[in-house]
């Protein structure tokens, strides 16, 4: 049997277990990357380890999420991560160098390479045919210290590309259509692998907007082969040497085949308040809009801002419109500054924003009370924009600017202009300036590490009990996203001071006059009850925020119980040592309420070799059971205390 582009890159990175769909294995992390939100963390660990240098090929710090600065806090981290990352032998991107997958994709990206970043949206590599996931910081650190990182053998999808896309149809219709079949449940320990006659009609950052959006359905990553178009990218990014061809065998099987028309596939949205909530445009066809964004690590590649400039060229967007363009690196703000494009973005009407991840994670142009957002994002999960009850829709670049010139939901096709094709530049503009290289061992030794006075050292997890005594601080519903655990936006400032952020986890579900979340959490930690997350269908999904985890563990969170717990969240828990159960039978759901008091006897035992555990509900007098769903390095991990001290005394 031929095999599949994922099994060709991991056979290659294998150090550790057998390479068989199901098995827990270890593989070599050839790159890696992180960004502030956490990489001041995933560094202050990584410098715990005692490591010194970092042992990938190459490790690149982005400066990306939290640039907006109204205190010394950003400052503080920005200055931390680069004299950190540089004295440990990593790259340093600084603020205003632009959004870290967009970048890395530029510079430092290399087909058949395995990639992992401390951000969920990392799979945007496999745009370029690399194998590249997200994780938690912590995981990252790790893997910066050289060690493997753990994965399940996945279940490859195929997904089958055939025909062209049609003018005013975007590649991020392709994945909205994919998330409309798969979902953003039900696919974890899965890779989504494209193949088939359409790939080759697509350029990389166009594959590049697939494979981002992809981390929305819940897989492992998303990947395409790397071909003529993969080697014109790198040769215009004058990275020739960096190519190989890589594709799947003609035979390969999959576990499951998708095939996608694109000729077929039509202008798409993905309503409020979930990225697989979609449907076309339209069917939207008519409704206000009132705020217009493009950009993000999803659509802000030099196609995209140029399709936005050559259609708003002499035109003028709707008065009732707020219009944002967040370009998403430095380089493609120079070529749009070069060659005219961003006076035309700026005389249509656009407010430009600094090349980072601005309005996506809720960094500024939060929309006014019932005012429709429309975004070329990857997330639209309730809050996100920073207005409580906001209206998010996620869309291409192409239905945005429509909707900006309308001032309605506007399928592009209906506009009576010509589609402005924008081919993909021959050559990009290089420069690396902002890119600070890593100091020599020598130059290292003596280089200070700047930390502010909000740089703080997270505290280390507790062992786990032998048995749980535990009391449900909080009972959440289905889909809580890692934004909805520990809020971003202006409280991301705080990331680098554990115990000042974790004041406002649970922030959407505090109260107010009531004791908030942290609150009840450290009266329970301070008589040495552990406090216990009830969660309902993907707890965890989203963000692959660390600190929605460490900020739980510091609270004297010691269990997630809930009916399904997303990839990356899970193992940010078991990283920080607590213990994620899944309700054996999703019904018993209905049997705990908040405030009751929980009992899990002989917890350490059954996390050494159990796959289930009892939980007695003294307040309701019930029963029932959980399962543990843990490999053994899991398990050893749980066992140790978390993640640090399981690779300290590995
Ligand atoms: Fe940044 Fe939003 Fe992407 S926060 S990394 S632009 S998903």
Redesign the pocket.
């Known amino acids: 049997m031929g095999k599949t582009l994922t099994y060709k890159i991991l056979e290659k990175h294998l150090v550790d277990g057998e390479l068989k769909q199901g098995n827990a294995i270890g593989i070599r992390i050839d790159q890696t990357l992180t ?1 502030d ?1 956490t990489g001041t963390t995933a560094f202050l660990l990584f410098e715990s380890m005692g490591i010194g240098r970092v042992k990938t090929d190459m490790s690149i710090s982005y400066i ?2 939290n640039m907006a600065q109204f205190g010394p806090e950003n400052h503080n981290d920005h200055l931390y991560l680069q004299t950190v990352a540089t004295k440990s032998g990593a790259y340093h991107s600084r603020a205003g160098n632009g ?3 967009q970048v890395h994709l530029e510079r430092f990206g290399k087909p058949g390479a395995t990639l992992l970043g401390s ?3 990392t799979p945007t590599g496999g745009g370029i045919g690399m194998l590249a996931m997200g994780a938690g910081g912590m995981d990252v650190a790790v893997a910066m210290g050289g060690g493997p990182f753990y994965i399940t053998a996945p279940k490859v999808i195929g997904v089958k590309l055939t025909g062209r896309l049609n003018d005013w149809v975007a590649s991020k219709d392709v994945i909205l259509k994919l998330l409309s079949i798969l979902s953003t449940k039900g696919n974890v320990g899965c890779v989504v692998e494209y193949f088939g006659p359409g790939v080759e009609t697509l350029t990389v950052p166009q594959r590049a907007t697939i494979t ?1 959006m992809g981390a929305e359905l819940g897989v492992t990553t998303s990947v395409f082969p790397s071909d003529d178009n993969t080697k014109a990218f790198l040769a215009a990014q004058e990275r020739e040497a960096d190519f190989q061809p890589l594709t799947a065998d003609a035979d390969a099987e999959y576990d499951r085949v998708i095939e996608i028309d694109l000729s077929q596939v039509e202008p798409m949205a993905a309503c409020p308040s979930s990225p697989d909530n979609t449907c076309t445009i339209a069917d939207l066809a008519g409704g206000e809009v009132g705020q217009v964004l493009v ?4 659509n802000s590649s030099y196609a995209d801002l140029m399709m936005a400039a050559k259609v708003l060229k002499g035109r003028q967007i709707d008065p009732m419109i707020e219009f944002g363009v967040a370009p998403g690196s430095r380089q493609v703000l120079n070529m749009l500054a070069e060659n005219g494009a961003l006076s035309d973005l700026i005389t249509a009407g656009a407010r430009i924003l600094e090349t ?3 309005p ?2 809720g960094q500024g142009f939060s929309p006014a009370n019932d005012v429709v957002s429309v975004r070329t ?3 639209n999960f309730a809050g996100r924009t920073g207005t409580k009850g906001d209206q998010s829709y996620l869309v291409s670049p192409e239905t945005a600017v429509a909707c900006a010139l309308t001032g309605k939901f506007t399928d592009p096709r209906s506009l009576d202009i010509e589609y402005p094709d924008v081919d993909m530049p021959e050559h990009f503009d290089i420069d690396d300036s902002m890119i600070v290289p890593p100091l020599s061992e020598e130059e290292a030794k003596i280089a200070e590490v700047l930390r502010g006075p909000t740089i703080v050292v997270p505290e280390s997890p507790k062992q786990l009990p032998d048995t749980l005594n535990g009391q449900v601080v909080l009972k959440c519903g289905d889909k809580i996203t890692t934004d909805h655990i520990m809020p ?1 936006g202006v409280f991301l400032k705080y990331r680098s001071n554990v115990p000042e952020y974790s004041k406002y986890v649970f922030n959407c579900f505090n109260e107010e006059g009531e004791k908030t979340f942290a609150q009840k959490s450290l009266e329970l930690k301070a008589k040495d009850v552990g406090s216990v997350i009830v969660g309902g269908q993907s707890y965890g999904q989203g ?1 692959s925020r660390e600190h929605a985890a460490l900020c739980p563990m510091y609270l004297g969170v010691r269990a997630v119980l809930a009916k399904s717990i997303e990839r990356i969240h899970k193992a940010n828990l078991i990283n920080f040592a607590i213990v994620p159960i899944v309700f054996a039978d999703e019904a018993d759901y209905d049997k705990v309420a908040e405030s009751d008091e929980l009992v899990i006897e002989n917890l350490r035992d059954a996390v050494k070799d159990k796959d289930t555990v009892e939980i007695v509900d003294k307040t309701s007098g019930t029963k029932f059971n959980g399962k543990l769903e843990l490999s053994q390095r899991d398990r050893d991990i749980l066992l140790a205390g978390g993640l640090l001290s399981y690779t300290k005394n590995a």
Not at 295 to 298: A, D, E, L, N, P
């Open positions: 960004q939100a990306d999420h959004i870290c997958h951000d969920s949206h981002n950009g993000s690590c999803t980072g991840c601005g996506c994670i994002f990857n997330r971003a963000s």
